[in-house]
């Protein structure tokens, strides 16, 4: 009798260590090894580099110890993200969802990688629900998973929800909310990396709602000699649209980085704005011949080329 009952609480036991261990488990959908953007444009994920990989393995093997662990579980989804794994990461995100629905945090992440697969409204509702979230709240640092030259984390949890919600606006071409979602960004935060980076879309916003006067009162926080440790892109764009600087200094010679991607798409919309059609879309054409394919300069030149010029680039 006590072997019979010594092997039913082993077979309840193991039952039961089933059962956690199933509903712990993320199941992570299939990668693909390429993506198609909406323009046909056809680019392998790619491999990733030891760095990158080391990472995300450490990031995984933190999170399998701790699954209950949020903070694991969002490193565990930036590291996949950061390889090129979208989906998968979606899929992280939104198992911790499940576990914790009232965190910003992880609808915001979701939502840039709702982004980055061009899933906009989905990114919108993820966006929208975290910034209802971080309403009354106090802000945050959100560390780097990529952190800059002086390893001084520069933005923040508000910062980038809204930031994102309002590129998202402005890839689904609703402007007045993207105009909102960038003031709150640029309200957010006062170091100097986050004010060019949400003044260059305000301006940007202005000009295609054909209010080039409001477009020059938003550069009035621009200054020539303000330090600048990440957005040294944006803050180049900012004085050129302050005409400090021309444009011929800013033109990139090799497109497809983040980086680059960001000054060629403003340079594109400073030519259009300037009546440089031509000069307008060869910029962004170029741009979505690069390889950097969720830039978010790719992003809106993809945008542009798809919803605003087709008719252009077919004459």
């Known amino acids: 009798m006590r072997l019979l009952i010594f092997i039913l609480t082993l077979t309840l036991f193991a039952a039961c260590a089933q059962k956690t261990t199933e509903s712990e488990s993320i199941t992570l959908p299939l990668e693909d090894s390429i993506f198609t953007t909406p323009l046909g444009k056809v680019y392998p994920i790619p491999v990733p580099n030891e760095a990158a990989l080391a990472n995300f393995e450490q990031a995984k093997k933190e999170f399998e110890a701790n699954p209950k662990d949020v903070e694991a579980l969002i490193w565990y989804g930036r590291r996949t993200a ?3 794994r979208y989906q998968q990461a979606i899929a992280i995100y939104t198992e911790g969802i499940k576990n914790f629905p009232q965190d910003a945090r992880l609808y915001r992440h979701r939502g840039h990688r709702y982004i980055s697969i061009r899933n906009y409204e ?17 802000d945050q640092i959100e560390p780097d998973g ?24 402005y890839l689904t071409q609703q402007y007045e909310k993207a105009y909102t979602a960038y003031l709150q960004c640029r309200e957010s935060g006062d170091n100097y990396d986050n004010i060019v980076s949400s003044t ?4 940007l916003i202005q000009l295609r709602l054909g209010n080039p006067e409001r477009a020059d009162s938003l550069l009035a926080p621009i200054q020539k000699a303000a330090v600048v440790i990440e957005n040294q892109s944006y803050a180049d764009l900012c004085q050129l649209y302050k005409g400090w600087i021309s444009p011929d200094t800013l033109l990139q010679a090799s497109p497809g980085n983040p980086s680059n991607d960001a000054v060629n798409y403003g340079l594109a919309n400073w030519y259009l704005h ?18 950097a394919f969720t830039s978010f300069g790719y992003l809106a030149a993809e945008g542009d080329l798809m919803q605003h010029f087709s008719k252009a680039r077919q004459k």
Do not use: M
């Open 82 to 84: 950061y390889l090129g």
């Open 200 to 203: 260059h879309w305000l301006y």
């Open 274 to 291: 300037q009546g440089d059609s031509s000069k307008g879309i060869q910029l962004l054409e170029a741009l979505v011949a690069g390889k």
């Open 146 to 169: 990529l952190p800059n030259a002086q390893n001084i984390p520069l933005s923040s949890l508000h910062s980038n929800v809204w930031y994102h919600l309002g590129l998202a606006y």
């Open 122 to 138: 989905a990114a919108i509702t993820d966006l929208e629900k975290a910034a209802s979230l971080i309403q009354g709240t106090a």
